[in-house]
């Protein structure tokens, strides 16, 4: 077994192992089992890091070229292959899951939930983990498919045991919109399975095997894209994310936001643009019409909203708008603008909620109106959060502005009054954001303190496990916003790759 494929059996099993590890103490242990879960979820990220793309590309027409891959028989009576491969669409995501899931479990070693069990909690998040890397990862149709719903349970239990109080018809909500998205992503996996004769994505990408009629293509990316549109999730499917993000605990609804939506956007290019790309031409202008109008909604969704993780959920809605206008454009430009706008969002996102839960730990309230002052009380807490909000909003220099400047860009590239138009829409979207972010700081941060905010005493400081999970995240957003290349760089070449099938 080369290196490269003994790095990606460990991105998997090192997680899988760690969650056994945590759990399986006992309960007196439970600071043990926490630590536990760190240490693989730590070790899970350093091997990430090791991977390397070859020294040269390989010469092929496949869209999709992995840098190291490793194919072995799962089922041969099934013709079914564990295929796992890592390319430059996928290792930022891989690294982007690897870190939030450490960053995590790394908080949970200083805060815990209640009812307390961290080291469950700990596991769940490595067992999420384990099922977000298996997508990013996987090279076949079924084997995605089984990762993809990985996640499923996991998730419903870190919600529906650790979360608020109405966490349980949250949780419900989350299950079912799941499952409705997993039962069309089988669907069209069969469609393109029994179409093509393969299941496996570095094939389907390769312009020699048999491609599927322009019918069944059109037929297979409706039924995928919806799948992953629930996950991603887009405009009208959106209605489970403030529900569950709400009623998440903090470490829930990092990663619920960071990466797990992420599967949804790397779904939707991955897998149903790359293997039925006629259908992805043909249904193009939907897909950014109903992008332009998550855009469009999520800011003034945001502007009427009066709880912060309420706020920061629906953003997500708006700004994953963007990600989907990108990839419908099908230009080298938009692909790149969505690749880094997943990645920006995952970061900063991911920092928005952690600020967010260490608000509401102190103050037991989420409530804009009873957050008043938080500048003069607890500046440093303020400070990062307006740190953060700006970055949300795409102020240049932060990670959050060449994913939507670019979807913009890219709208516009493809031209036509349609795109244009969409193209204007989407930068009125942006001009939404920055209203509701700026309206959410004058109501947090500015004014007199209120009288939650003045009694934070010496809980206004940031804490030890805040200052571990949250300055990583905070270096990331200054340097992929002054440094694209460091997502662009890896991604170009199967981006190029992609665009070409498209003529663009």
């Known amino acids: 077994m080369t290196t490269g494929q003994t790095l990606l059996l460990a991105t998997l099993l090192l997680p899988a192992i760690g969650a056994l590890a945590a759990a399986g103490l006992p309960a007196r242990l439970d600071r043990a089992g926490r630590v536990t879960g760190t240490v693989f979820a730590a070790a899970t990220f350093g091997v990430t890091l090791l991977f390397r793309p070859p020294d040269a590309a390989p010469a092929t027409d496949a869209r999709i070229a992995p840098w190291t891959e490793l194919d072995l028989p799962w089922a041969p009576a099934l013709s079914l292959r564990f295929h796992l491969g890592i390319d430059g669409i996928s290792y930022p995501l891989v690294v982007l899951t690897a870190l939030l899931t450490m960053l995590c479990c790394a908080y949970c070693l200083w805060r815990v939930p209640e009812p307390g069990r961290g080291r469950l909690l700990v596991a769940l ?9 298996g997508v990013f990862l996987s090279l076949d149709l079924v084997l995605f498919f089984v990762f993809f719903e990985v996640v499923l349970l996991p998730m419903y239990a870190v919600i529906a045991v650790w979360g608020g109080p109405d966490r349980r018809r949250a949780a419900r909500k989350f299950v079912l919109y799941t499952l409705f998205g997993s039962v069309l992503l089988l669907v069209g996996v069969f469609v393109v399975v029994s179409a093509s004769g393969t299941g496996d ?39 489970w994310l403030p529900a569950a993000h709400t009623e998440a605990p903090t470490v829930g609804s990092v990663i619920l936001a960071g990466v797990l939506l992420k599967m949804g956007t790397y779904g939707l290019l991955r897998v149903a643009v790359g293997v039925a790309p006629d259908g992805a031409a043909r249904s193009a202008p939907v897909l950014a019409i109903l992008a332009t109008a998550a855009i469009i909604a999520g800011g003034l969704i945001c502007l009427a909203q009066t709880e912060l993780k309420r706020l920061i959920a629906y953003s997500s809605v708006g700004h994953m708008g963007f990600v989907l206008l990108g990839i ?10 969505a690749l880094i706008g997943n990645i920006a969002h995952g970061i900063v996102t991911g920092l928005l909620f952690f600020i967010a839960g260490g608000i509401k730990d102190r103050l037991h309230t989420g409530e804009l109106d009873r957050l008043g002052g938080l500048r003069e009380t607890a500046p440093a807490l303020s400070g990062v959060l307006a740190y953060a909000a700006i970055a949300s909003l795409g102020l240049p220099g932060l990670a959050g502005f060449w994913g939507e400047a670019f979807a913009v860009v890219a709208a516009f590239e493809r031209g036509g009054p349609l795109w244009i138009t969409l193209g204007v829409l989407a930068a009125v979207g942006a001009a939404l954001a920055a209203a509701y972010f700026l309206r959410l700081l004058r109501r947090v941060t500015h004014g007199p303190a209120t009288s939650a905010v003045a009694g934070l005493g010496a809980h ?18 200054l340097a992929l916003g002054i440094l694209p290349p460091l997502v662009l760089s890896y991604s170009a070449d199967p981006v190029a790759a992609l665009a070409e099938v498209f003529g663009r």
């Open 460 to 477: 206004a400081r940031l804490g030890p496990g805040e200052l571990v999970a949250w300055s990583p995240l905070v270096v990331l957003t």
């Open 328 to 337: 419908a454009t099908l230009t080298a430009t938009g692909l790149q603008a």
């Open 201 to 239: 994505l570095v094939a389907l990408g390769d312009p020699a095997v048999r491609p599927m009629t322009a019918g069944m293509q059109l037929l297979a990316f409706v039924l995928l894209a919806v799948a992953f549109a629930v996950k991603s999730p887009l405009w009208p499917l959106h209605t």
């Open 125 to 133: 998040l490595l067992v999420l983990q384990v099922g977000i890397q």
